[in-house]
């Protein structure tokens, strides 16, 4: 069964908004974009490739894949086998695209459509960016796994990773590094329920 795989930088606060440029994602007058890059080091960077270059299928929001549109295309030898990955992307008013393999889904689709995903013996799907399409994965409990690149700064202000989506839920630790810039590169798997206990 494929996986379903969420690529995220956050801020130590949670923050995921804008993290590459202020061009990004300036939505409710974020003035950080492009936090991420005094810290982003070669090491990070290698991390980052690897996980790219894998077999994937891409589950994007809509503002993610048209930057991403606007980029990956003329740019294909950064990132192999983007062009011809499908792309699957949550819209409800970008119906079509000249990027090849691109597939769009509407709202009233799009859940079942992932679980129909998840069931097949395809290559996992990843998530990049696509905040507000997070929070609707994490609502119906349909990630199952987390690769969190986990800044050594705190903004206070911008859209959140676990926001409104967020259910009850539990994780493991399967992998950990720290870059000499002091990012944290954590993956995480899905482990069941949340369980309790008391120190008493």
């Given at each position: 069964m494929a996986k379903l795989i969420v690529l995220t930088f956050i801020t130590l606060d949670g923050v995921m908004q804008a993290p590459g440029?202020?061009?990004e994602d300036a939505s409710n007058g974020f003035?950080?974009?492009g936090w991420t890059v005094p810290y982003f080091d070669e090491f990070s960077g290698e991390v980052m490739s690897q996980q790219m270059s894998g077999p994937a299928e891409y589950l994007?929001?809509?503002k993610t894949f048209e930057i991403f549109a606007s980029y990956w295309p003329q740019h294909a030898e950064d990132w192999p086998g983007i062009?011809?990955?499908t792309k699957y992307v949550a819209s409800n008013t970008l119906t079509s695209h000249p990027w090849e393999k691109s597939v769009f889904l509407t709202s009233d689709v799009l859940v079942d459509t992932i679980r129909k995903l998840k069931q097949q013996d395809g290559p996992?799907?990843?998530v990049h960016g696509s905040g507000n399409?997070?929070?609707t994965?994490?609502?119906h409990d349909l990630v199952d796994a987390f690769w969190l690149k986990i800044f050594p700064v705190t903004l206070g202000t911008g859209k959140r990773l676990f926001a409104e989506g967020t259910i009850p839920a539990a994780f493991k630790l399967t992998e950990s590094k720290v870059s000499p810039s002091g990012v944290i590169l954590a993956n995480y798997e899905r482990a069941g329920e949340v369980e309790t206990g008391s120190f008493a």
């Open positions: 440029g202020p061009e003035p950080y974009g994007l929001g809509r062009n011809q990955a996992d799907l990843q399409l997070i929070q994965l994490l609502k």
